[in-house]
């Protein structure tokens, strides 16, 4: 393979300007500066428009107390929740309505097994 040149095209080396990444990364800290300077004055005025006193009354508030008119044993367990899958068990194994005007209910998935089997049975006769 042969090289043309070409000697209108000039070649600049592949470097990068360091002045002017110096004056992009000073730019930035000086901008992020100035941002959290404008940022901490609007927090302290809109402070001062909420409390016009500078008072701070939950400052001085102690640890917290214990509620007297809480019933702990509201919120206390006395025996352990049925896990999911012993719901999904006893739902399965149970009769309920599902809707008594349609006359839909819900037998023990047993029964309804047999009950299937049985339809099956009949329909092939």
């Known amino acids: 393979m042969s090289e043309e040149r070409h000697d209108e095209l000039q070649f600049a080396p592949d470097e990068v300007p360091r002045r002017l990444l110096i004056r992009v990364a000073l730019a930035t800290v000086v901008i992020s500066l100035l941002l959290c300077v404008v940022a901490y004055v609007l927090l302290r005025a809109r402070e001062s428009q909420l409390r016009p006193s500078h008072e701070w009354p939950e ?67």
Do not use: C, M, T
């Not at 640890?63 to 399965?92: N, T, W």
């Open 59 to 125: 400052a001085r508030l102690g640890a917290p107390g214990e509620a007297a008119a809480i019933r702990p044993d509201v919120f206390e367990r006395d025996r352990p929740r049925p896990s999911l899958v012993e719901a999904q068990r006893k739902r399965l194994q149970s009769y309920q309505w599902i809707d008594r005007a349609h006359q839909v209910a819900r037998i023990p998935i047993d029964q309804a097994i047999d009950s299937v089997v049985e339809q099956n049975r009949k329909g092939a006769q």
